[in-house]
């Protein structure tokens, strides 16, 4: 039997124990591409891929439309087949699974989409149920048990008889991602999970997400157009343009450095950024311009007045911010510098662990 046992093991036992193990769930691409066959012709929808998602990762895919983002997620769960290369899960090539493991590796990985895709002739239980009854492993005590257990885990315990109908859009997402759950995958993979919500909604469901991530263990891969779901839950982020990832890496060193255009829009796009108005701004600033970027402990400190008193410049402050990416406070200023040493400034930023960035 080619299953691979650590991904295989049945409920209760399966993915707890191998994450307890800390083994479960490393996906990997290897030169994985998918071309769509439409009229006779071959549209590229993903150029050959390798990427890496370790276990207990929330990693996040952002780009337009058409980037290519679904095709990626979908070769993960192969509800798309790859064109070329392979996909492996521990190691394993899944690629090449039949009917029957495919059907195993599935309850594996759980997926939650844009529209939340639930029965609407059945009840809230019934659709969290619903995967565990298709897998036809499960007893009716299990099924029981399990469906209670998650319906707490979304804070809807007492809407499990309703229908999807009478719930609001935050409550279908938390039903999706029960029903996600139900089989106990070790992945999880969000399509756009939040982009039908208000914003106050997808903050819920956000902060769902990052406790599933933080309490089970399960890695997350989440699809999104914006930047500003990546900043509040993600690790890691690939940005993808044109069938490709153009720039990935660590969301603190993308989102406060991002290199490529693309990149640079969707920040830009997130911090309400107008780069006419800023640039308006810019011509009227007397001396330099500078965008100093603080992070972690930085952000807190009282910095500029003591630079200003021992390098002697002047500044006035043309735009900032202070947030959150995850658990890390950052700030961002840009200021427009007179008078002093500048140079001495400049420095003793640097020496406080603060990027420098000179704009003029
Ligand atoms: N089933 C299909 N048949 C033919 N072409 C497809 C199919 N699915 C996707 N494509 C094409 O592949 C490319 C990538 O599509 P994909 O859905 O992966 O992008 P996306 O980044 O997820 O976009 P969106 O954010 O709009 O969902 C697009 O050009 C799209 O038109």
Known sequence: MRYNQRLFVPYPQGVGQCLTEGLCSVIELDQVQKSYQVGGRA???LQPTDLTIDTGEVFGIVGHSGAGKSTLVRLINLLERPTGGRVLVDGEDVTHYDAAELRAFRRKVGM???HFNLLSSR?????????????????????????AELLALVSLTDQGNKYPSQLSGGQKQRVGIARALACRPSILLCDEATSALDPQ???????????????LGLTIVLITHEMDVVRRICDRVAVMDGGRIVEMGAVTDVFLHPEHPTTRDFVFESENVDRDELQQDFEHAAGRILRLTFRGESTYKP???????????????LSGRIDHIKDTPYGQLTLSLVGGNL????????????HVEVVR
């Open 303 to 317: 910095l500029l007045g003591h630079v200003a008193r021992q390098s002697g410049v002047d500044f006035s402050i």
């Open 123 to 147: 009840t809230v239980a019934d659709n969290i149920a619903f995967p565990m009854k298709l897998a036809g492993i499960y007893s009716k005590a299990q099924i029981r048990d399990r469906v």
């Open 112 to 114: 939650i989409f844009q």
């Open 201 to 215: 909604t997808t903050q819920s469901v956000l902060r769902l997400l990052a406790e599933i991530n933080r309490e």
């Open 43 to 45: 549209i590229p929808a």
């Open 343 to 354: 140079e001495q400034a400049m420095a003793e930023f640097e020496a406080a662990d603060v």
